[in-house]
């Protein structure tokens, strides 16, 4: 058995965090060989319900969970954590779009950038998913001038799922039929859901599909406005399946993206990638391997998708002028 890792989960207590301690502790990020220790974050209001949780967990008696921490303090939270994954954060409601929350939420990630910094582990990897995602990534990376920028990522890996199970959807397929669907730039309404390099049993989905006028006025949409559907429906914000994409992002980051696929993260913009400019955190496909993500170079857009992605870099770059006061002193 190897020596546990520590992972830190904020906002423990809360609709993410339901889901996401159980699947974490049976070993669904990091293997069965893996054992982990749980660092959970919360408000002191939140504490008492943080505390059940904890004893359902222990009520699982999970082989894997070999400790756990509940805290409301950030510093003993990251405490030498190995993963950091940064739920905590209010949810949208009916009618608001997630960038409405940017105020409210972005203060959250400047201490907790910091305390990322001052206690984290040296290997530590950072994924922010209380919204609006990417920014707030970029609030708590610029507030962590220490840990390397390619250590931090926001989550568009629920975005790439729901894109995948509408095109299995739409073929006709499984969903593990579905191969190299993209998500460009933004976790919002203006994210681009690309299938233009996609696969379907090895074939370009593009012609499997044969139908554009679905991609542009029925899958693209879809996938844009999924977390609005969802709270329509449910009256609170995915939970479940944000929590099974925290799991799916992290294993592709741990334990490698298979050979010939690809998956999305929001990372930063720091090599110019398809001339998105330098210092926000924008949504590539990436492969993943020994804990490390590569951006996959060199495809080729529809202008339609290029058209996209200058309005969704433009809607990054306007919600970083909003919180230019939050982003600390990192170059
Ligand atoms: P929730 O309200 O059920 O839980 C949030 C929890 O965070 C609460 O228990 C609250 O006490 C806690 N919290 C608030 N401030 C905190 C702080 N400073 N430190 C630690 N904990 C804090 O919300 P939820 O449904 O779990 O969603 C959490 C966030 O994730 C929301 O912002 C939501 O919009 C976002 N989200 C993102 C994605 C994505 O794909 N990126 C998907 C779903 C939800
Ligand atoms: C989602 O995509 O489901 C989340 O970001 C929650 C939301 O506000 O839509």
Same mark, same amino acid.
Request: negative net charge; aromatic residues 6%.
């Given at each position: 058995?190897?020596?546990?890792?520590?992972?830190?989960?904020?906002? %423990?207590?809360?609709?993410?965090?339901?889901?996401?301690?159980? /699947?974490? %502790?049976?070993?669904? !990020?990091?293997?069965?060989?893996?054992?982990?220790?749980?660092?959970?974050?919360?408000?002191?209001?939140?504490?008492?319900? +943080?505390?059940?949780?904890?004893?359902?967990?222990?009520?699982? !008696?999970?082989?894997?969970?070999?400790?756990?921490? +509940?805290?409301? =303090?950030?510093?003993?939270?990251?405490?030498?954590?190995?993963?950091?994954?940064?739920?905590?954060?209010?949810?949208?409601?009916? *009618?608001?779009? /997630?960038?409405?929350?940017?105020?409210?939420?972005?203060?959250?990630?400047? *201490?907790?950038?910091?305390?990322?910094?001052?206690?984290?582990?040296?290997?530590?990897?950072?994924?922010?998913?209380?919204?609006? %995602?990417?920014?707030?990534?970029?609030?708590?990376?610029?507030?962590?001038?220490?840990?390397?920028?390619?250590?931090?990522?926001?989550?568009?890996?629920?975005?790439?799922?729901?894109? $995948?199970?509408?095109?299995?959807?739409?073929?006709?397929?499984? #969903?593990?039929?579905?191969?190299?669907?993209?998500? @460009?730039?933004?976790?919002?309404?203006?994210?681009?859901?690309?299938?233009?390099?996609?696969?379907?049993?090895? &074939?370009?989905?593009?012609?499997?599909?044969?139908?554009?006028? @679905?991609?542009?006025?029925?899958?693209?949409?879809? $996938?844009?406005?999924? *977390?609005?559907?969802?709270?329509?429906?449910?009256?609170?914000?995915?939970?479940?399946?944000?929590?099974?994409?925290?799991?799916?992002? #992290?294993?592709?980051?741990?334990?490698?993206?298979?050979?010939?696929? @690809?998956?999305?993260?929001?990372?930063?913009?720091?090599?110019?990638?398809?001339?998105?400019?330098?210092?926000?955190?924008?949504?590539?496909?990436?492969?993943?391997?020994?804990?490390?993500?590569?951006?996959?170079?060199?495809? &080729?857009?529809?202008?339609?998708?290029?058209?996209?992605?200058?309005?969704?870099?433009?809607? +990054?770059? /306007?919600?970083? %002028?909003?919180?230019? =006061?939050?982003?600390?002193?990192?170059?």
């Amino acid at each position: 058995m190897k020596s546990p890792i520590r992972v830190t989960v904020t906002g %423990a207590a809360g609709q993410i965090g339901y889901s996401l301690l159980f /699947r974490l %502790a049976a070993g669904d !990020a990091f293997g069965p060989e893996q054992p982990i220790i749980l660092q959970m974050l919360e408000i002191p209001p939140a504490m008492q319900a +943080l505390k059940g949780v904890a004893m359902e967990l222990e009520d699982c !008696a999970f082989p894997l969970l070999h400790d756990m921490v +509940l805290t409301d =303090d950030p510093a003993v939270a990251f405490r030498d954590t190995n993963w950091a994954l940064l739920v905590g954060a209010k949810p949208r409601g009916k *009618g608001q779009e /997630r960038s409405d929350l940017i105020r409210d939420n972005g203060p959250i990630f400047v *201490g907790q950038g910091r305390a990322i910094n001052e206690n984290a582990a040296p290997d530590v990897r950072v994924l922010v998913v209380g919204n609006p %995602a990417n920014t707030n990534c970029l609030i708590a990376m610029s507030n962590a001038p220490d840990v390397p920028k390619e250590r931090f990522a926001a989550m568009t890996r629920l975005d790439h799922n729901r894109a $995948v199970n509408q095109v299995a959807k739409k073929a006709g397929v499984h #969903v593990t039929d579905v191969q190299r669907i993209a998500i @460009w730039g933004n976790h919002s309404a203006t994210q681009v859901p690309d299938l233009n390099h996609a696969l379907i049993r090895g &074939e370009p989905a593009p012609q499997v599909i044969g139908d554009e006028t @679905w991609v542009r006025d029925t899958f693209i949409p879809t $996938v844009q406005q999924r *977390g609005k559907a969802v709270i329509e429906m449910r009256g609170h914000s995915s939970a479940a399946s944000a929590a099974n994409a925290i799991i799916d992002h #992290v294993r592709s980051l741990a334990l490698g993206t298979p050979e010939g696929d @690809w998956v999305s993260m929001a990372v930063p913009s720091e090599l110019g990638e398809y001339g998105v400019p330098e210092g926000i955190i924008f949504s590539y496909p990436v492969t993943c391997r020994d804990g490390h993500y590569s951006v996959v170079n060199g495809l &080729e857009h529809p202008d339609y998708i290029g058209e996209m992605i200058e309005v969704t870099t433009q809607e +990054l770059l /306007r919600e970083r %002028a909003v919180v230019e =006061d939050l982003l600390g002193s990192r170059p």
